[in-house]
C-alpha cells in the first residue's frame, strides 16, 4: 500500500517540476521576443535616421552641385560682360577719334552752305531755303559731336530751362524720313503751355531717340496698324511725363526685370546700352524711366522729369 502510495506522489512532483521548469522555459522564450523586438525596433530606428541622414546628404550634394552649375553659369557671364565692356572701352576710343576726324568735314560743310546762302541772298528763294536746312543740320550734327566728345570726357551737362514740346518737334523732324521709310506713322499728342523743365537737350533728345528708336525696331513684321504716339503732358504740378507707346509686338514677362541692365540686348546687333543709359540720364535729371506693356499689343516707355523751379 505504501509503495502505491509513493508513486502518484512522485509522479505529481516529476509534473509539478516538469511544469515549473517549462513555465522557465517559456518566460526565457518571451524575454528573448521581447528582447528581440525591442532591439530589431531599435535597429529599424536606427536605420531611419541612417536612411534620414543619407537622404538629407544627397539633397545637400544635389544642392551644391546645382549651385556650382549656377556659379559656373554666372562666371561666364561675366567673363562675357567683362570681354563686352572691353569692347565698348575700344568702341569709345574709336568714337571719340571719329569725332574729332568728322567735325573738320562738318565746319567746311558749314562754310560753303554759309558762303553759298551769301550769293543768293536776293535771288533763288527755294535753294537758300535748301541751303538754310543744310546750315541747321550740319549745325546740329557738329553740336551732337560736340556733346559725344564731351560725354566721353565725362563733363558736367549743360543743365538749362527747356520747352519739352519743342524738343519733342525738334526729335520728331530728325527721325520723320526714317519713319517715312519703315512705314511708321508717328503721332503726337502734347499738352499746351506746359511748364519749362530743367535738363540738358542734347541728352534728353538722346534719350527720346533711343526710346522712339526701339518702337520702330518693334514694328518690325507687325501686320497691323504701325503707329508710335508720343505724348507729352502735366503729371502733377511739378512733374512732366512723356510717353511713347506703339502698336508692336510687346515685351516678353521674362525680359521685364533686366530690360535697363547693361549690355542686356534681345535684337541680334545690339549693344545693350540704350536703355541703360536712357534710364541714367533721366535719373540724373531727376525723374524716372519704365515701361508698360498695353493693354491691347504693344508697348509704352514713359519717363517723368521735374519741372523747372523758376517756372513752377
Known amino acids: 500500500m505504501r509503495e502505491k502510495t509513493k508513486r502518484p506522489v512522485l509522479r505529481n512532483k516529476i509534473r509539478n517540476g516538469e511544469r515549473v521548469r517549462l513555465k522557465g522555459v517559456v518566460a526565457g522564450l518571451r524575454k528573448s521576443r521581447n528582447d528581440l523586438k525591442d532591439k530589431i525596433r531599435q ?7 541612417k536612411n534620414g541622414q543619407l537622404r538629407n546628404g544627397a539633397e545637400k550634394q544635389m544642392q551644391s552641385e546645382a549651385q556650382i552649375q549656377i ?14 565692356v572691353t569692347r565698348v572701352g575700344k568702341l569709345a576710343e574709336f568714337v571719340s577719334s571719329l569725332a574729332h576726324e568728322i567735325s573738320q568735314p562738318l565746319t567746311a560743310i558749314l562754310s560753303y552752305a554759309q558762303a553759298a546762302q551769301r550769293m543768293l541772298a536776293e535771288r533763288e528763294p527755294k535753294f537758300r531755303e535748301i541751303l538754310q536746312f543744310i ?24 543743365m538749362k530751362p527747356l520747352d519739352i514740346n519743342v524738343l519733342i518737334n525738334e526729335t520728331i523732324v530728325l527721325i520723320a524720313t526714317d519713319a517715312t521709310v519703315r512705314n511708321v506713322v508717328l503721332k503726337i499728342e502734347l499738352e499746351n503751355n506746359l511748364p519749362l523743365v530743367r535738363g540738358d537737350r542734347i541728352q534728353l533728345q538722346q534719350v527720346l ?22 505724348r ?37 546687333d545690339g549693344l545693350g546700352m540704350g536703355l541703360s543709359i536712357s534710364r541714367s540720364i533721366v535719373k540724373a535729371h531727376g525723374g524716372r524711366l519704365d515701361v508698360d506693356n498695353n493693354s491691347d499689343r504693344g508697348a509704352t516707355f514713359y519717363f517723368t522729369i521735374p519741372v523747372d523751379k523758376k517756372d513752377a
Open 135 to 158: 546750315i541747321n543740320d550740319d549745325q546740329r550734327a557738329a553740336e551732337v559731336i560736340q556733346r559725344l566728345r564731351l560725354l566721353l570726357k565725362k563733363s558736367v551737362p549743360e
Open 232 to 268: 507729352a503732358s502735366r503729371k502733377d504740378t511739378g512733374t512732366i511725363i512723356v510717353e511713347i507707346k506703339d502698336s508692336g509686338c510687346g515685351i516678353p514677362a521674362h525680359n521685364m526685370p533686366k530690360l535697363f541692365t547693361h549690355f542686356f540686348t534681345s535684337k541680334p
Open 71 to 84: 556659379s559656373m553659369k554666372e562666371i561666364a557671364e561675366q567673363r562675357e560682360e567683362l570681354l563686352h
Open 209 to 230: 531717340l533711343n526710346l522712339i528708336s526701339n518702337s520702330f525696331d518693334a514694328l518690325e513684321g507687325s501686320k497691323g496698324e504701325r503707329e508710335i504716339l508720343i
Open 43 to 49: 535597429q529599424t530606428d536606427e536605420l531611419k535616421v
